[in-house]
Every structure is written in C-alpha cells, then in structure tokens.
C-alpha cells in the first residue's frame, strides 16, 4: 500500500447548491472529477488528522465507486478512522446520527436526494460537520475556491475494500469500520417515540402503507415499521433500493409517488400513507383520502409534539424555511415560543438547533425534523405522526379538521417550471428583482400588494448574512407569492413559485386547493411574466 500524491487539473463547475454538489453522472465520471471535490473538501477544513471521517450514500449508480475512492483518500489524507455503512449505504439522517454518535469530524455523504439515478442520471456529494448537519456556507463557499485552484489529490492505491461485511479493516493505517446502517438510528427512534403504543395500535387494526420508492429508507422502514413497530408485512413497499430507484424519481411527492396517493383516495385505503425520498430525508404524509401539505404536517406535529415521549418537555421553538407557510407561525405563536424564518436548505437550522433555540424545523420541501438529529428526517416524521394518531385515536382527516378550525388554513402549492433555459430564468428573476421598490400598493387584477422584497437572513447566532434568497410579494389580506430559482437541479434553471392564502373562516376551510389558489396563480404570472420568459404556461410539477 502506498499513498500517491496524483497531479490534476481545476474544473471551473464545482459550487456546492442547496445541498452539496449534484451532476449527472457522466459529469462525475470524467477524469479525477470526484477526487477534486473531495480533496477540495479535505482541504477546506481545519486539522483532522487521526479524526473520524462518516462515509455512506443512498445507494444510487455510482456510490460504491465513489465510497471506495473517499475511503482511499480519506486514508491518504490523514483521518484516522472511518466508519462506513455496510454496503456504502448510510440514509442522511442515519449519517448524522453517526457523525453525533461517534464524535467524528464529519461526514461524506453521497446522494443526490429525490433526483433520479442510473448511468445517465445523477449523483452528488455532499459535506456534513461534526454536529451531523450539512457545511455551512463559509465551508461550501471555501469548498468552491478550493476547487477552481486544485493541483493535486492524495489518495491510497490499497486495492478494493470489503464493504459489504460489517467488521474492522485497515487502510494505511487508517482503521475502516463497517457499521450496519440502520441500527443505531433505529435506537434513537426509540428513545423518541412510544413504540408500545404504535405497536398496540398495529395490534388493534391500524394499516399503514409506506414507500419507499425503491431508495434508501427500504431497509430501515422494514426494519422500524414491520418488525419493531409490528406493522403487517407488506405495509413497506418498494423496499429494495436500487441504483436506478427502478426508473422513477425517488421524489415523495403527489406526482412521482401517484400509486400511494390514488391508493389513499381509494376505497381500500389504509389508515395512514407516507414515503420518502432517495437518500431517507423527505416525507410525504397522506390520511385516508387526505394529503397533509408538508407545511401544514410541520404545524400539526409541531402542535402535537408533547404526545410523545422526545418532545414530552414541549418545544423550544420552531423553524420553517422562508417559502414554508405560515402555518406553524400561528402554532409557535399560541405556544409562546421563537419562530424563525430561514433560507431554503438545511444547513440553516444547524446553528438555531445547536443553540437550543429551536426543536422542531421543516421546509415546505417535505422536510421536517428536529435536535436529534441535524439533518431532515422522513421515517421520524413519519414515526411522530404514528405516535400522535396512536395518542389521539384520532384519523389524519380529524386531526387536520381540528387544526385548521383552531388556528384557520393556510392553502399552498408549489408550482416547479422544470429545465428551463438558464438565460430565460435569470432574466425573469433579475426583471423582477428591479422592480421590487414599484411593486408595493399596486393592484394585481382585485390583489394589492403590500410588500415585495428579495428576502436575506441574517443568522442570530452568527450574525452570518445569506442575502438574494427568494423574491417575495405579499398581499393584503395576507395571501404571498414567492420566486426563487433551485440550487438543486442539474439540468437548465427550475424555476419555484411559491403560492399561499390564509382563511380562516368556519365556511372556508374545505376549498378546493386549487380553487383556493387560482387568483394567485395567475397573479405570479402577471407580476413575474413566467410564459413570457420562459414559454411555460403550465408547471410541471405541482406540490
Ligand atoms: C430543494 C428544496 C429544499 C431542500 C433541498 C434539499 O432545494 O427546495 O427545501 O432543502 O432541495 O433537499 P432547491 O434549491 O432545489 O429548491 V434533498 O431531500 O434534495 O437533500
Ligand atoms: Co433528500
């Protein structure tokens, strides 16, 4: 074994998005491609020599080449241990706990998240530091210059590494440990959660049908679900991952997880629907013949948090990203605790959470989780939605009813303009990015705006400033739209329009979302001239 210090060459295309670095494949497979990134990571960092690396993926095309190379270089470059998922595979939220767990340096997580995999599709890397989450900005942006000067990567040439028993090896003296994935992160669940309880209702009759559409979470879910929970077999379907997530997005959402969804609204629904996303971190939440907005599930489990055992001492305080309705405002506000509205990505919880200002969090995404972990988190999401229906003996459908009658309804879609051309998108947003200071008291047809502002964030704990993160026009009356572009895609521009109105009403709580909605919809049109630039009259994805 020897460690050989390899020359390359800069690529100019290495800027972390919202969540680490994301290409198609074939990008990823050129020269030294994947080697640059993570030397350049490894070379963003303080010391780290003899500290303990966490190394796991979701299992997509190309993780296990890619798992190999990190533990090669990891060793090259000085850690001293890493502890790997058996398989390469490690969910994030199960990588997070790891990196807590075991005090490690940090964490190389591989996913692309709920993008599509296989040969032609993508792959992506991703940074976690040592309180589990993803790396700041100051670390991604390091990451970024780091990338554009490269002249050289470390790397062992040790052959092949067993990773598919779990066990202890050696490579240049760095100790490899293979872990199983899913238990540790199945302990933790079970210092949250009344697991009798969940069980208790299993027992009574209660079904379940999870998704986990061929990705990451197959294993734990089974694992959690069936033979801890007792859930029947086959509550957990699509449960074996595979590279190709067998064709589809790994995207739990209505589109890209339709069979679950025309299942809840069948007659031979189960009691509770859910699903995740590629690499473990999204939910999707379904009742019988009801679809609970990722917004609104972040306010009802915020609401109902204390029901179990992990949130029994009630809530710090609560986060949602900037686009996420104000849904779980109206909950922190009659709780009497913090409220904070961050840019869109994870990593922007990391610091409330780790001051204790804040337990629980969620994106309008599908993300939610909260301090035990500093990563979104589908299965516990879906745990703690088990433990408040198995505490409140109460449908999905009831519970919701129940919320909005309490706190009224705050109606929301995300429209997603997918591919777009990158020029057309820019123009849109930098048309409106112009006009911002005209906007405010001008009629839009019977809508006045009341602001429009592009929003910036300004992080209480380290007084960081994260400026240009989303466009946002409110209404009179309350109702908001807001654009942004993704930071996630790999092809052309996504262009996100982020639509809500709030009532509150006795008679207005049962509207048809998309009739709720129709004004604004045509509204964002109007103010950002979303056909004009960029040709689209319809989105394509609509969550
Ligand atoms: C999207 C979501 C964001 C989420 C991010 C990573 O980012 O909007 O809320 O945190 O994906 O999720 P963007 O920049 O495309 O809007 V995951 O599950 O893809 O790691
Ligand atoms: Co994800």
Redesign the pocket.
């Known amino acids: 074994m020897m460690i050989r210090t390899v020359a390359t060459t800069p690529y100019d295309d290495q800027k972390p998005g919202t969540s680490g670095l994301r290409k198609k494949v074939p990008v990823f497979q050129q020269p030294n491609y994947a080697e640059n990134f993570i030397q350049s990571v490894f070379d963003s960092l303080e010391v780290f020599e003899g500290k303990t690396l966490v190394i796991g993926g979701d299992g997509r095309f190309y993780n296990r080449e890619v798992i190999q190379t990190a533990i090669r270089m990891a060793a090259a470059n000085g850690f001293g241990r890493a502890i790997v998922g058996k398989g390469g595979i490690l969910s994030?939220p199960a990588a997070s706990n790891v990196i807590r767990k075991n005090g490690a340096f940090g964490g190389l997580v591989l996913s692309a998240?709920?993008n599509p995999g296989g040969p032609n599709e993508d792959f992506g890397i991703k940074y976690n530091v040592g309180n589990g989450g993803p790396a700041p900005e100051r670390i991604t942006e390091a990451v970024f210059v780091r990338s554009k000067e490269i002249d050289r990567y470390l790397i062992s040439d040790a052959a092949e590494i067993d990773i598919d028993d779990v066990g202890k090896r050696s490579v240049e003296g760095m100790t490899v440990e293979i872990i199983d994935p899913v238990v540790d992160y199945a302990a933790l669940m079970e210092t949250l959660f009344d697991f009798a309880a969940i069980r208790s209702m299993f027992e009574g009759g209660f079904r379940m049908a999870f998704d986990a559409m061929h990705a990451v979470t197959g294993p734990y879910a089974k694992e959690i679900l069936e033979r801890r929970l007792g859930a029947p077999e086959g509550s957990v379907r699509n449960f074996v991952p595979l590279p190709d997530f067998g064709g589809h997005h790994p995207d739990p959402n209505l589109v890209h997880a339709k069979d679950l969804y025309d299942l809840m609204m069948s007659d031979e629904a189960p009691d509770f629907g859910a699903a995740s996303?590629?690499?473990g971190?999204?939910n999707l939440i379904i009742g019988k013949g009801i679809f609970v907005t990722p917004s609104d599930s972040l306010a009802m489990l915020a609401a109902n948090a204390h029901l179990a055992p992990g949130y029994a001492r009630g809530l710090a305080g609560i986060a949602r990203s900037m686009p996420t309705s104000a849904a779980a405002d109206r909950v922190a506000e009659k709780l009497g605790i913090g409220l904070y509205e961050t840019p869109t990505g994870w990593k922007f919880f990391g610091n409330l959470l780790d001051a204790g200002k804040v337990t629980i969090c969620g994106e309008e995404s599908a993300g939610t989780g909260s301090d035990h972990v500093r990563e979104k988190d589908g299965l516990w999401a879906v745990l703690l939605w088990l433990n408040i229906l198995a505490a409140r003996r109460e449908s999905v459908k009831q519970i919701a009813a129940a919320h909005w009658a309490e706190y009224g309804r705050n109606y929301y879609a995300r429209h997603d303009y997918e591919a777009v051309d990158t020029d057309a998108a820019n123009r849109l947003m930098a048309e409106l990015r112009g006009k911002l200071a005209d906007l405010p008291s001008t009629a839009v047809g019977d809508l006045t705006i009341a602001f429009a502002d592009d929003f910036e964030y300004h992080d209480p704990v380290d007084q960081s400033v994260s400026r240009h993160q989303g466009v946002r026009i409110g209404f009179e009356g309350g109702s908001r739209i807001v654009f942004r572009l993704s930071g996630t895609g790999t092809s052309g521009a996504t262009l996100r329009v982020y639509i809500e109105r709030y009532e509150s009403g006795p008679d207005r709580l049962d509207l048809a979302t998309s009739d709720a909605l129709a004004e604004l919809v045509a509204a964002a049109d109007e103010i950002a001239g979303i056909a004009r630039h960029t040709g689209r009259t319809e989105p394509d994805v609509v969550t």
Do not use: I, Y
Request: glycine fraction near 12%.
């Open positions: 994030t998240s709920h996303d590629g690499d971190d999204r």
